[in-house]
């Protein structure tokens, strides 16, 4: 059975600082770990997937995101948070074996203080 | 290149009313897959096909319709609508790897 937990329903940061992220994700094969991000009012865009190479993986805008296989982890992070980066952000697991076995985590609205 | 395409934006129905929501992709994906957003609960899966002519169920399909008559397309349909489908729909598209392509979202809302 596949299942995704996102550890933060809210994360709060300031402009410049580290943004976490966190993701925990169970399979019982071979997973591949996306992180997805929604702005406000619009559809969800890929920023980086993991597909069993780089256990370290670069997305878009900075972000990066680390495979853990001895922790089930897919954190998210970037070093310096940016006001355009206020967003929802959706961990996703899904395998090879079956086309509908794609789970989305529930989300990680995360909000940067100026 | 559109990408997804998903038509209406916006709809308000009232209750048992039925409506037909469109998805078009032109990346050639073979998967489809059809979602609904509520708030706190992420993307939860209604129905997919993994090709034309084909449908499967998701995890939650009660109250769903679909239909892959073309590959470019996937209809989303509900036959007598009820308030607790008034939500946020996204249709989304992949190539095998499951990387998921998706639209701009449906906003429906039911009285």
């Known amino acids: 059975a596949q299942s995704v937990t996102q550890l933060d329903s809210h994360v709060s940061v300031s402009e410049g600082t580290p943004v976490l992220l966190r993701c925990n994700y169970s399979s019982s094969y071979s997973p591949s770990l996306f992180w997805y991000v929604q702005h406000p009012n619009k559809g969800l865009q890929l920023l980086l997937k993991y597909t069993s190479a780089a256990t370290l993986v670069k997305g878009i805008n900075g972000f990066e995101a680390e495979f853990k296989k001895s922790e089930t982890s897919f954190h998210l992070t970037k070093p310096s948070a940016h006001m355009s980066d206020a967003a929802e952000y959706f961990c996703?697991?899904?395998?090879?074996?079956?086309?509908?076995?794609?789970?989305f985590g529930s989300g990680t609205r995360l909000s940067i203080r100026p | 290149n559109a990408g997804v395409t998903q038509t209406p934006k916006f709809r308000v129905l009232k209750t048992g009313q039925s409506m037909t929501l469109l998805c078009a992709q032109d990346m050639n994906h073979e998967y489809m897959y059809w979602y609904r957003q509520d708030p706190g609960m992420g993307l939860r899966l209604i129905h997919y096909s993994v090709g034309e002519g084909t449908t499967a169920k998701g995890e939650v399909p009660d109250g769903y319709n679909v239909s892959r008559l073309k590959k470019q397309n996937f209809l989303l349909g509900l036959e007598s609508a009820a308030p607790s489908q008034t939500s946020v729909y996204f249709c989304a598209s992949t190539h095998s790897d499951y990387e998921q392509y998706f639209g701009p979202g449906t906003r429906l809302t039911v009285t």
């Open positions: 996703v697991v899904s395998t090879y074996s079956s086309a509908s076995k794609i789970i």
